[in-house]
């Protein structure tokens, strides 16, 4: 499986982003796919996952209310909507694909990754 994201950027306080992950090769095997980030000096943590066949979905409680994960199966993608978008949000953010059933809320198993998509949230 590989994963490419996309749709990072610069935007100000309160505005709005989307990010897109779209999957290939063998996608079969996901159970999951997640949208991770990593701000500077901080350890990269889990912050929205949805399942690929159930659409169970997963927020950490710092974006819960304004960030929304989905997928379009037919296209092989994910999507991270970005909104009440603040200063503390900006970070490199990385798309992964969890293939271990019922693992869905856990971030060690998530073993591809794609490349980071930067945003950037300015006050």
């Known amino acids: 499986v590989q994963l490419q994201a996309s749709g990072g950027g610069l935007v100000q306080a309160g505005g709005s982003l989307r990010l897109s992950c779209v999957a290939s090769?063998?996608?079969?095997?996901?159970?999951?796919m997640g949208w991770f980030r990593q701000a500077p000096e901080k350890e990269r943590a889990l912050i929205a996952a949805?399942?690929?066949?159930?659409?169970?979905?997963y927020y950490a409680d710092s974006v819960k209310g304004r960030f929304t994960i989905s997928r379009d199966n037919a296209k092989n993608t994910i999507y991270l909507q970005m909104n009440s978008l603040k200063p503390e949000d900006t970070a490199v953010y990385y798309c992964?694909?969890?293939?271990?059933?019922?693992?869905?809320?856990?971030?060690?198993?998530?073993?591809?990754w794609g490349q980071g998509t930067l945003v950037t949230v300015s006050s």
């Open positions: 090769g063998r996608t079969f095997r996901i159970d999951a």
């Open positions: 949805i399942s690929w066949t159930a659409a169970t979905t």
């Open positions: 992964a694909a969890n293939s271990v059933p019922n693992r869905l809320f856990d971030s060690r198993f998530y073993a591809t």
